[in-house]
């Protein structure tokens, strides 16, 4: 069945506005919880905890697009030429070997070098010791050594060789910047095995950085976040701009889910009573939530909200 989309119209009159609607449209109990937390400041996730001055001052800046990868190997002080996200973004989703392969045809010697040196340096000392380990001022390094386009990646590899358990994840996510933040993130699937890392995933939500919004949804959210957590999760990227091809297994969590069909139409209509266009991606969305639910019997993590 197709669903009709009357307000399809409106999604060309004007820019797109991607902030939920005020108090003059209708409210609804799930969109007004979305509202409180979209409006929540940045400066809040600032005040979680001090950073190790180490660590802060060892990293230098990283540019705005931290997934934008180059087609030759990287200089790290030498801006890229040419974006190649969609290679990196599947290297980041796949195994730390694959991860480790793409990095070693990308980076260049000197790069390499370091970050060769620095993956036996966190596997000869894995885990947490005293205030700060070695390997977790390497993650601060990454970005100088690295270059921006691979720190991401180069940090994955630091926490996997560091076995970074549940505590030292955490540890890293709230202390660190949040380009460690995200890189955290990333490395869930490969480090935690059940849903204890999932506060970190919840906090991440709560932001509204894009980038750690992105790094949040991925496949560790996919496997083990809560329907209802994972359905406001879809909402938030869709009024902040991430698209929801970067949402982890989408069609199979959104597929015959009511639930989240109804909050669709619910932040679609607000919108278009505030005279607000319509994410495209919305529909998207919708469209998937309208096909075939999973048989009977099927371990499948979502369902209805009671």
Same mark, same amino acid.
């Given at each position: 069945?197709?669903?009709?989309?009357?307000?399809?119209?409106?999604?060309?009159?004007?820019?797109?506005?991607?902030?939920?609607?005020?108090?003059?449209?209708?409210?609804?109990?799930?969109?007004?919880?979305?509202?409180?937390?979209?409006?929540?400041?940045?400066?809040?996730?600032?005040?979680?905890?001090?950073?190790?001055?180490?660590?802060?001052?060892?990293?230098?800046?990283?540019?705005?697009?931290?997934?934008?990868?180059?087609?030759?190997?990287?200089?790290?002080?030498?801006?890229?030429?040419?974006?190649?996200?969609?290679?990196?973004?599947?290297?980041?989703?796949?195994?730390?070997?694959?991860?480790?392969?793409?990095?070693?045809?990308?980076?260049?010697?000197?790069?390499?070098?370091?970050?060769?040196?620095?993956?036996?340096?966190?596997?000869?000392?894995?885990?947490?010791?005293?205030?700060?380990?070695?390997?977790?001022?390497?993650?601060?390094?990454?970005?100088?050594?690295?270059?921006?386009?691979?720190?991401?990646?180069?940090?994955?590899?630091?926490?996997?060789?560091?076995?970074?358990?549940?505590?030292?994840?955490?540890?890293?996510?709230?202390?660190?910047?949040? +380009?460690? %933040?995200? @890189? #955290? =993130?990333?490395? !869930?699937?490969?480090? &935690?095995?059940?849903?204890?890392?999932?506060? $970190?995933?919840?906090?991440?939500?709560?932001?509204?950085?894009?980038?750690?919004?992105?790094?949040?949804?991925?496949?560790?959210?996919?496997?083990?976040?809560?329907?209802? +957590?994972? %359905?406001? @999760? #879809? =909402?938030?990227? !869709?009024?902040?701009? &991430?698209?929801?091809?970067?949402?982890?297994? $989408?069609?199979?969590?959104?597929?015959?889910?009511?639930?989240?069909?109804?909050?669709?139409?619910?932040?679609?209509?607000?919108?278009?009573?505030?005279?607000?266009?319509?994410?495209?991606?919305?529909?998207?969305?919708?469209? !998937?939530?309208?096909?075939?639910?999973?048989?009977?019997?099927?371990?499948?993590?979502?369902?209805?909200?009671?």
């Amino acid at each position: 069945m197709t669903h009709p989309r009357s307000t399809r119209a409106a999604r060309t009159d004007g820019p797109q506005d991607d902030t939920p609607a005020h108090a003059d449209a209708p409210v609804h109990g799930d969109t007004a919880a979305r509202d409180a937390q979209g409006a929540e400041s940045a400066a809040a996730r600032d005040a979680q905890g001090p950073e190790p001055a180490a660590a802060r001052d060892a990293q230098a800046p990283e540019d705005a697009n931290p997934l934008a990868a180059t087609d030759t190997p990287s200089t790290p002080n030498t801006p890229s030429t040419h974006t190649t996200q969609p290679t990196l973004d599947a290297a980041l989703a796949s195994s730390p070997a694959g991860l480790r392969r793409h990095l070693t045809t990308h980076l260049d010697p000197a790069a390499l070098a370091w970050l060769e040196h620095a993956l036996d340096e966190a596997a000869a000392h894995p885990g947490i010791h005293g205030p700060i380990s070695a390997w977790e001022l390497r993650l601060a390094e990454a970005g100088r050594r690295c270059g921006a386009a691979y720190a991401d990646a180069a940090r994955v590899l630091i926490l996997d060789a560091a076995r970074a358990g549940t505590d030292a994840l955490t540890r890293v996510y709230f202390q660190g910047t949040a +380009d460690e %933040r995200r @890189a #955290v =993130l990333h490395a !869930l699937p490969h480090l &935690v095995s059940g849903p204890g890392a999932l506060p $970190l995933v919840e906090d991440a939500l709560r932001t509204n950085d894009t980038r750690l919004l992105t790094a949040a949804v991925g496949p560790y959210a996919a496997r083990h976040l809560a329907p209802h +957590d994972w %359905r406001h @999760a #879809v =909402l938030k990227c !869709l009024f902040t701009g &991430v698209p929801v091809d970067r949402v982890a297994d $989408l069609p199979r969590r959104a597929r015959g889910d009511g639930e989240l069909a109804r909050m669709l139409g619910d932040y679609a209509a607000e919108r278009t009573a505030a005279g607000r266009t319509v994410p495209e991606d919305l529909y998207r969305v919708l469209d !998937l939530t309208e096909s075939a639910g999973p048989a009977p019997g099927t371990d499948h993590p979502h369902g209805k909200e009671s």
